[in-house]
């Protein structure tokens, strides 16, 4: 019997854009997930800041997550369609002790389901899951209800404790069409960040956006998140 041919492994990339309200902790959810850190007081993104990590989903296929994480201060919203235009999938952080930053989501997700790529996979992410028993103000079944209306994935998470950080990012990586996600040579490993232009699918270099400002500079706003 002919021993079945053994398939070559295959790291696949898509670009992926947070939004939300800030402060809510979009930041801090890419630092868990990316480097398993937590910081109790980050300053404000200015503009947007790129990261990168892997999700196995088996021993064969590997999802590269290509981050702009965006800036959630009004003065910067005009800049956000650089970073969702031809974005795979987005993470549409609230934070769920402040009802306004669900409004503001909702926000975020009218605009995608608008001018987005249509096929684009939305996941609405309520954060700071660890203060639900102290200060929690949006119910989970709230949140999920409209979720469902709205078809997007959804979970509650906690960048400080972790809370389905991991699980939030494996969950968009399973709904994504690996069949058309772009082959990478670019080894994987634990992510990391780099200043590249949001045009393309985090090609150094390509574009005119010049980030170094975002990622070197920060705001006076505090997110303590």
């Known amino acids: 019997m002919a ?132 200060r929690r103000a949006i119910p989970t079944e709230e949140a999920e209800k409209y979720a469902a209306e709205e078809n997007l994935l959804f979970l509650e998470t906690s960048a400080k404790n972790s809370l389905n950080v991991s699980e939030l990012f494996t969950m968009i990586a399973r709904k994504l069409p690996l069949e058309q996600g772009s082959d990478s040579q670019r080894g994987g490993g634990r992510g990391g960040s780099s200043l590249v232009s949001p045009g393309g699918g985090g090609q150094p270099g390509r574009g005119g956006v010049d980030l170094r400002g975002g990622q070197q500079q920060q705001s006076q706003d505090a997110c303590n998140c």
């Open 3 to 134: 021993a079945t041919p053994r398939q070559n492994p295959r790291m696949l990339q898509f670009k992926l854009v947070l939004l939300g309200e800030s402060a809510v902790g979009k930041s801090s959810l890419v630092l868990r997930f990316v480097k398993d850190q937590f910081d109790d007081y980050r300053e404000s993104t200015i503009g947007a800041a790129f990261l990168t990590q892997t999700v196995s989903l088996d021993p064969q296929t590997t999802v590269k997550f290509e981050i702009w994480d965006t800036a959630g201060q009004e003065r910067y919203k005009s800049l956000a369609p650089m970073y969702y235009r031809n974005a795979n999938c987005a993470v549409v952080v609230y934070d769920i002790t402040q009802p306004s930053s669900l409004d503001k989501a909702k926000a975020w997700i009218r605009e995608l389901q608008r001018q987005a790529d249509p096929n684009i996979i939305i996941a609405l992410a309520g954060n700071k899951a660890d203060l639900a028993s102290t």
